[in-house]
């Protein structure tokens, strides 16, 4: 986690306990009598707890200011009234999770995510889905971004209009709430989107900009003028360079420059600006008070912009959300942060600390994955994993097959050197065998923001259509569809066993097909995103419990695996530790806790596989072993053979 440094450690903390003193008899006179006093005391004990590192780095960001401490005095006063609105149901799940702060590192968390529309059509109607969710084992709900967008270009709901209305299709603030509760009730923490690098140009901040209120324009990045943009641009890349050439849109209408790194209407914020940084404290906590448990931090790499640098992972963007981090331990200790940064695996790294986010996506994890699966061949995946996997204690990966977004290959370079790849060559190489172009492959995708010059791509389409069910089900070949099935199921087996969160994307579990639809809607026309964006086929998934159809076979398989998760203590809050298998195919790790022990192997080729039975028992594995998953014994005397694309998870010393 990045720190601050070049401040005198005794000086922040004389400052910081002084400044307290002088502002707490101020936040009691204003707040103190408007809740009761045991409640206040608890509010308090948790301020003097966490205001030291507030104050930390709240001085490292903003303390240059002439008016640091009225802004300070600001933060404070909008942290303690947005926390005196907190409900009280939710005060209580506050009081659990101070008692049980990892709360989220049992193995009972098993995620999913959806659009609200797709899944259930609006906020009222995935209330009546809920059985659907406790049925499966879901005890973690990700609802992709739901709050007020513009119509058309909206970039999926990322271009947000406003933190406390939701998108009217979908309901209203009261609908969202609803559900929160209702989620809550049945054991499932709801887990949104926090976009908080820029906000559509449709925001009523954006909105007051363009009329030429400076205020508002100070919460954005504005010039006068392509001096200060091209000097930025000079060491900075292009995101998107299709659609959208440099980081910055002119406005005629107010005549600058503005900060757009991702689309034209989306206006990056200004988190130079402390006046800035108190709104969205405001708006992080209420999203808190609405019963969110989890908050997705989107885009955190691009939080804070330097001259002479490619303005991401700064060590500001770290503070920013540190900073964030302790408000939410002081006013909302239940909700806990999870970064998104699709950069280099050691940055994303970066980002996870209990003081920063406990909670990480795993990208790499994902990328590899299906590098294993088109080349058969497990190194890349394990040696990234024995080197990348530890995190700091009290935190968890976000283990997912696939997300609403597309399949980048974002993994480290090092990592593919290392087994005499060509880092370029892989690259395209997977690009070319996941869209089909490749000789043999099983795999149905799209390409998305393809390079032609280059080959560089990112790939669209279901976890089912790339594991090769789409090809088989129309060539009608039983031998392919079972082996897709088992691609299927492994991949889904490694998120489930492995340590962290796994992460389902809604429709996966019951093997969705691409869907075509989307060219015939001309604002999504070009997006190929929208391939694996299609409504979820409630028709489809009644044939769930029918173990004779795709379907059933797909859906208990994964059904399976994390009831195997969820009652197995090997599990629980466990150690991961991976090991070579002996076999360039087989990808094996143990879960440990405390007496209790797996060991789980995957073989990711199409063919039988064999591994010495001599290492087995150097792993401290016995003759006789039983696979919790498959439901077997098995022994292996000279040998264990392994089925193509089959997942044992074996009881260690069984």
């Known amino acids: 986690m990045n720190t601050v440094r070049n401040i005198d450690p005794l000086w922040l903390q004389k400052e910081s306990a002084t400044t307290l003193a002088r502002l707490l008899p101020r936040l009691e006179a204003g707040f103190q009598e408007q809740v009761d006093s045991a409640e206040w005391e608890g509010y308090v004990e948790r301020l003097k707890r966490h205001f030291p590192g507030l104050f930390e780095r709240l001085y490292a ?66 209330r009546a889905r809920i059985p659907y969710l406790t049925e499966l084992g879901i005890t973690y709900l990700h609802l992709m971004p739901l709050f007020k967008m513009p119509e058309g270009d909206n970039d999926g709901g990322y271009a947000i209009s406003s933190y406390r209305e939701v998108y009217a299709p979908l309901g209203t603030m009261e609908d969202l709430q609803a559900l929160a509760t209702e989620l809550r009730h049945h054991g499932i923490s709801l887990v ?59 406005r005629n209408r107010i005549k600058k420059w503005i900060w757009t790194t991702f689309n034209n209407y989306q206006w990056d914020l200004n988190y130079e600006n402390p006046a800035l940084f108190n709104q969205m404290l405001e708006e992080m906590l209420f999203l808190a008070n609405q019963g969110v448990e989890i908050l997705r931090l989107d885009a955190v790499a691009f939080l804070w912009k330097r001259l002479g640098t490619d303005c991401q992972n700064l060590p500001e963007a770290h503070w920013v959300i540190q900073a964030f981090n302790a408000i939410a331990s002081i006013a909302a200790p239940a909700m806990v942060f999870k970064s998104e940064a699709i950069v280099h695996p050691d940055e994303v790294k970066k980002y996870i600390g209990v003081e920063e986010c406990p909670l990480s996506y795993h990208p790499q994890l994902m990328a590899l994955l299906w590098e294993a699966l088109a080349t058969r061949d497990v190194r890349v995946l394990f040696n990234a994993m024995k080197d990348d996997f530890n995190i700091p204690a009290g935190c968890a990966w976000i283990n997912y097959v696939r997300s609403h977004d597309d399949i980048g290959w ?57 594991c090769g069910l789409d090809k088989a089900l129309e060539e009608k070949d039983e031998a392919e569809i079972e082996l897709a099935i088992k691609r299927i199921l492994l991949l889904h087996g490694v998120i489930v066993t492995l340590g962290g969160i796994p992460l389902l994307y809604i429709g996966d ?97 199409e063919h039988e596989q064999k591994l010495e039975a001599r290492r087995l028992r150097m792993l401290g594995l016995r003759k006789t072993m039983v696979d919790l998953f498959g439901g077997h014994t098995i022994t292996a005397t000279r040998e264990l053979v392994m089925a193509p694309y089959q997942i044992l998870v074996l009881s260690r010393g069984a």
């Open 61 to 126: 960001l903003y303390g240059e200011k002439y008016d640091f401490f009225y802004h300070l005095e600001n933060i404070l006063k909008s942290t303690t009234r947005m926390w005196s609105q907190r409900p009280d149901e939710l005060r209580a799940l506050d009081a659990m999770r101070e008692v049980n702060r990892e709360w989220y590192l049992s193995n009972r968390m098993v995620g999913a995510m959806c659009y609200v529309d797709l899944f259930a059509g609006d906020l009222q109607n995935l």
């Open 509 to 605: 579990e019951i093997g969705t097909l691409n869907n075509q639809d989307y060219e015939q809607d001309n604002t999504k026309l070009g997006d190929t995103r929208w391939l694996h964006r299609s409504a979820f086929d409630w028709e489809l998934a009644e044939q769930r419990g029918d173990n004779q159809s795709v379907t059933g076979r797909i859906y208990q398989g994964i059904l399976r695996l994390i009831q195997l998760r969820q009652q197995n203590p090997a599990f629980d809050n466990a150690e991961t530790e991976f090991t070579d298998s002996g076999n360039k195919h087989v990808f094996s790790f143990f879960r440990s806790n405390n007496q209790y022990s797996v060991f789980i192997l995957a073989n990711f080729s």
């Open 192 to 250: 949104l989107d926090f976009i908080l690098n820029h906000t559509s140009d449709e925001h009523d901040w954006a909105k007051s900009s363009l009329a030429g209120d400076a205020d508002y324009q100070a919460y954005y990045r504005m010039y006068p003028d392509r001096a200060l943009p091209d000097a930025y641009e000079r060491s900075m890349g292009e995101i998107f360079p299709e659609d959208h050439p440099g980081a910055f849109t002119y």
């Open 410 to 466: 974002a993994f480290a370079d090092e990592d593919v050197i290392a087994v005499d790849f060509d880092p370029g060559e892989h690259r395209r190489f997977l690009t070319d065998f996941y869209t089909g172009r490749y000789p043999g492959s099983f795999a149905r995708g799209a390409p998305f923001q393809e390079n032609k010059q280059t080959g560089d791509a990112r790939i669209s389409g279901t976890s089912a259509s790339l």
